[in-house]
């Protein structure tokens, strides 16, 4: 089962029925799907996805997926899974809007290196951001991820495969560990920092 994890300030928690409602709106979300580099997906195909989270990705430990809740609140989406586009392991993240901007983004992504390196055996992770994702590709660069090559979709649109080894999320000196979070309930664009 997917683990809970802590960072700093956020809680990284599996998905339970009654957060249904959050992940739909998150992606229904044309701003954050933009920067996502997805096209906006119909709310019934957004809410049998969630579904499959709680009855064949959890059960069937797929992969690695989470909500992202500060102080209660939900303020995204987490992911570590297989990627087809390389022999390893991406790093998934969403913010709802209202926190771009506010250092989440940083720490979701030292947050899923540490669970890579510790609870995976990880060695590096890669992330996928769009080309015209300056603020996503400029916090990239600051936590250290590598340009590998450019992927260009059969719409022109180039979106940048990176690479990080997990023990970047050490190197900050201020990058908080994970922790297995309390348990019971919370106490899934990226963010320029």
Same mark, same amino acid.
């Given at each position: 089962?997917?683990?809970? =994890?802590? #960072?700093?300030?956020?809680?990284?928690?599996?998905? %339970?029925?009654?957060?249904?409602? @959050?992940?739909?709106? +998150? &992606? !229904?979300?044309?701003?954050?799907?933009?920067?996502?580099?997805?096209?906006?997906?119909?709310?019934?195909?957004?809410?049998?996805?969630?579904?499959?989270?709680?009855?064949?990705?959890?059960?069937?430990?797929?992969?690695?997926?989470?909500?992202?809740?500060?102080?209660?609140?939900?303020?995204?989406?987490?992911?570590?899974?297989?990627?087809?586009?390389?022999?390893?392991?991406? =790093?998934? #993240?969403?913010?709802?809007?209202?926190?771009?901007? %506010?250092?989440?983004?940083?720490? @979701?992504?030292?947050? +899923? &290196? !540490?669970?890579?390196?510790?609870?995976?055996?990880?060695?590096?992770?890669?992330?996928?951001?769009?080309?015209?994702?300056?603020?996503?590709?400029?916090?990239?660069?600051?936590?250290?991820?590598?340009?590998?090559?450019?992927?260009?979709?059969?719409?022109?649109?180039?979106?940048?495969?990176?690479?990080?080894?997990?023990?970047?999320?050490?190197?900050?000196?201020?990058?908080?560990?994970?922790?297995?979070?309390?348990?019971?309930?919370?106490?899934?664009?990226?963010?320029?920092?």
């Amino acid at each position: 089962m997917t683990p809970a =994890l802590r #960072t700093e300030r956020l809680d990284f928690l599996p998905y %339970r029925a009654e957060d249904e409602d @959050v992940f739909v709106a +998150l &992606l !229904r979300n044309e701003e954050v799907c933009r920067w996502m580099g997805q096209d906006l997906v119909p709310e019934p195909d957004l809410r049998a996805l969630f579904r499959a989270i709680l009855t064949d990705v959890y059960p069937q430990r797929r992969f690695d997926v989470w909500g992202l809740w500060l102080k209660g609140e939900y303020v995204g989406h987490a992911e570590v899974k297989k990627t087809g586009n390389v022999d390893g392991h991406e =790093l998934v #993240t969403a913010l709802v809007r209202e926190h771009w901007g %506010r250092g989440l983004g940083g720490e @979701v992504v030292r947050g +899923l &290196l !540490r669970h890579a390196a510790d609870h995976l055996g990880l060695r590096e992770a890669y992330g996928m951001v769009g080309a015209e994702n300056t603020a996503s590709l400029v916090m990239c660069s600051r936590l250290g991820f590598r340009h590998v090559r450019d992927v260009v979709a059969d719409d022109g649109s180039v979106t940048k495969m990176l690479v990080i080894p997990t023990a970047a999320a050490a190197v900050p000196p201020s990058a908080p560990a994970t922790a297995p979070a309390p348990t019971g309930g919370p106490v899934h664009p990226e963010d320029p920092a």
